[in-house]
């Protein structure tokens, strides 16, 4: 599975943004799919997973409520939408996938390159 990772930027405190990750293969339908963001000398943390059938979703504490993570199998997409960005949000976001429900990014076997977001205050 090969994973690309769009639409980040550069945004105010407050605002909106929808990241989007599209997948190649036929199988995406069947993994469960994570964000991770990393910030500069920071480990990498989980931020959010959908389920292969959208019923299971898992929010980092730091997102709920204000992340709410989608997927389109029928585009191999996965979608995390941010609202109420704070300047703490700033990262770089990456997509990744797996068999199976977990927030360890070391668990996971496939990743995209990642999409900055910066949020300023």
């Known amino acids: 599975v090969q994973l690309q990772a769009s639409g980040g930027g550069l945004v105010q405190a407050g605002d909106s943004l929808r990241l989007s990750c599209a997948a190649s293969g036929r199988t995406f339908s069947t993994y469960t799919m994570g964000w991770f963001r990393q910030a500069p000398g920071k480990e990498r943390e989980f931020v959010a997973a959908?389920?292969?059938?959208?019923?299971?979703?898992d929010y980092a504490d730091s997102v709920k409520g204000r992340f709410t993570v989608s997927r389109d199998n029928a585009k191999n997409t996965v979608y995390v939408q941010m609202n109420s960005l704070k300047p703490e949000d700033t990262a770089r976001y990456y997509c990744?996938?797996?068999?199976?429900?977990?927030?360890?990014?070391?668990?996971?076997?496939?990743w995209g390159q990642g999409t900055q977001v910066t949020v300023s205050s």
């Open positions: 959908i389920g292969s059938r959208s019923s299971n979703t």
């Open positions: 990744a996938a797996r068999y199976g429900f977990s927030r360890l990014p070391r668990e996971y076997d496939y």
